[in-house]
């Protein structure tokens, strides 16, 4: 060692040689209590005693005052502890005070509190707190535990707490006015009023979902919202105030139930909201697994095979587990762009942040505040909100992938039913809308049904080559939709044949009239690329539904024979299939 250094070190040893007592004098000054300061913390003075048999009466441990000793652990916290300890909090009340405090600890899953007022030495008051205890039999009808004190002016008085609990020992213990009490109490329920019911309604909405929906993916969200919401209540004192009140089974164990609920149902939806590559095979059956152990260990908790601090270490061994499965696929598609990918990501760091932050208050290592004591349910809050963003963004995907299907289903029924030149329907076509025109027809709304061929379009198709002929079937298929309304169907056979149907006619003249009208559409020239322009006329046979039969096979059968019956005898011309028929 540096010569140098030793003096340093003998002043620093003298200086703790001298501020040593001095701190064990400050830890056991009472602590004031003036009406000035309305919510005082009471941990700069507690020191602390373990009583590892449990068998410590207030009597033994006010015997045992000079073994108590400044708690070593971070602020407000004791740990995890396996034997009960006895706190001793001595306090003097202010000449301005009026003695009226409210004693708060403000952590509600304690077990048990023994609350002793000793006053002059002798013990005036008794109180028990904690979760076990009956809701109806607490001294304050509070979801911390709470319990009233008057406390005289210029004596001596000392506050003994004998806390024994299966979880940890954080303490935060506040001496309050009653306004400040009820105002701090007011403004807690609100916070948990608030995380509730936003938990409360993604609940119900997921499980609308999955009712309407019958997707699966909102099923396992809903057990994880649910396992997470009933933590919290149980965490802070809700449950135990408004839900289960006064049942001790159910206050010893929803803690364990609902953290085993949430984290089964956590593999569960990472191992659904991730499926698919690059996931390896081996995922799905590792994440269905792990849910099942933790479901199973639940149910042997439900029926006491198992003890909380069993839970504890199962729940610590795999609670983070499809975090750390899934973290490849989310890492992967983040990687690809795809934002389910980033979310998980977040929703891991944020639960990662919040966990550790409650397992050092846990074990000791993190002191108690506002922030400390709320991280794992903002946290909790955090992940089911974006855990419901990948549910969006989940079934987005499955809707495009729905929307691409029906697409190319269409494309494929569009193609088998469409002429691929002219873009009209093709004879399957024609016969899906007969099919569906049938029903409809009656005598007094008749359908007529026109055969048509192209007059002419041989010798132009000869003339000017098959480019030319196809481009004229396009331009007449084009001008016969011109023609007709909207509501009317223009299909085309092969070659130059093409198909009418035009409905809600009311009688043979209108079905004529249309007749005609398609002819006199066909006398101006068509004008082709290249300046080319030709004439094409056209020979119409038609048959009315349902008077000239009720068979679209048969009725077409007709309006051919009358089409050719029309180029037989000069063509351009209008044919119904009576004629040939009657």
């Known amino acids: ?335 690809r762009g795809d934002p389910v990918g980033w979310y998980f990501l977040a929703a891991w760091v944020g639960y990662f942040i919040a966990t550790s932050v409650m397992v050092g208050l846990i074990k000791g290592h993190v002191g108690v505040n506002f922030w400390t004591l709320h991280s794992f349910q903002f946290g909790a809050t955090l992940d089911m909100l974006l855990f419901m963003r990948v549910i969006g963004l989940r079934m987005k995907a499955v809707h495009a992938a729905a929307q691409h299907a029906t697409r190319e289903r269409d494309t494929l029924m569009s193609l088998a039913h469409t002429d691929a030149l002219t873009g009209l329907p093709n004879r399957r076509g024609l016969d899906a809308t007969l099919a569906r025109e049938l029903p409809h027809t009656t005598p007094q709304k008749l359908l007529a049904l026109y055969m048509i061929d192209l007059d002419g379009f041989k010798e132009v198709n000869d003339r000017f080559g098959h480019d030319a002929g196809d481009e004229l079937l396009v331009a007449a298929a084009r001008r016969l939709q011109s023609s007709l309304r909207a509501s009317d169907v223009v299909a085309r056979l092969g070659g130059d044949e093409f198909v009418v149907t035009v409905n809600g006619l009311h009688d043979d003249r209108q079905a004529q009239e249309i007749g005609s009208h398609l002819l006199e559409a066909f006398n101006l020239p068509f004008e082709l690329s290249q300046q080319r322009s030709c004439h094409i006329g056209l020979t119409i046979g038609y048959a009315l539904m349902p008077l000239d039969g009720d068979d679209p096979a048969r009725l077409l059968k007709r309006a051919d024979a009358a089409m050719y019956a029309g180029k037989q005898s000069g063509k351009r011309c209008v044919r119904r299939a009576e004629a040939v028929f009657g």
């Open 1 to 335: 060692m540096p010569i140098a250094l030793l003096p340093f070190l003998r002043f620093l040893a003298l200086v703790l040689v001298v501020l040593w007592p001095l701190h064990d004098a400050a830890a056991q000054a009472p602590l004031t209590l003036s009406d000035r300061a309305q919510r005082i913390e009471a941990w700069p003075v507690v020191t602390v005693l373990a009583d590892p048999g449990r068998r410590m009466t207030l009597a033994d441990a006010r015997a045992a005052a000079g073994r108590f000793a400044p708690p070593r652990q971070a602020w407000a916290t004791l740990g995890l502890r396996q034997e009960a300890m006895w706190l001793r909090v001595p306090l003097q009340v202010a000449a301005d005070s009026d003695g009226h405090w409210v004693l708060d600890i403000d952590y509600a899953v304690l077990n048990r509190v023994d609350v002793h007022v000793v006053v002059n030495g002798e013990a005036l008051q008794h109180a028990v707190l904690g979760n076990l205890q009956p809701f109806s039999q607490r001294p304050l009808a509070s979801r911390s535990h709470a319990v009233a004190l008057e406390l005289p002016r210029g004596a001596p008085v000392e506050l003994f707490l004998r806390v024994d609990t299966l979880g940890a020992l954080a303490l935060p213990i506040t001496l309050n006015k009653p306004s400040a009490f009820l105002a701090h109490s007011m403004n807690e329920q609100m916070l948990q009023g608030l995380l509730t019911g936003l938990g409360l309604c993604l609940l119900l909405y997921s499980l609308m979902q999955w009712i309407t929906l019958r997707e699966r993916l909102y099923l396992k969200y809903l057990l994880l919202t649910s396992g997470s919401l009933l933590f919290s209540i149980y965490q802070f004192g809700i449950g135990a105030q408004y839900v289960w009140t006064d049942n001790t089974w159910i206050e010893l164990h929803a803690g364990g139930l609902a953290a085993l609920l949430a984290s089964g149902a956590t593999f569960l939806f990472v191992e659904h909201a991730l499926r698919g590559p690059p996931q390896p095979r081996w995922f799905p059956r590792v994440m269905r697994l792990g849910a099942l152990l933790l479901f199973a260990t639940g149910l042997a908790y439900a029926l006491d095979l198992v003890h909380v601090h069993q839970v504890s270490a199962v729940v610590g061994t795999l609670g983070l587990a499809p975090a750390v499965l899934g973290m490849p696929g989310a890492v992967s598609r983040a990687r």
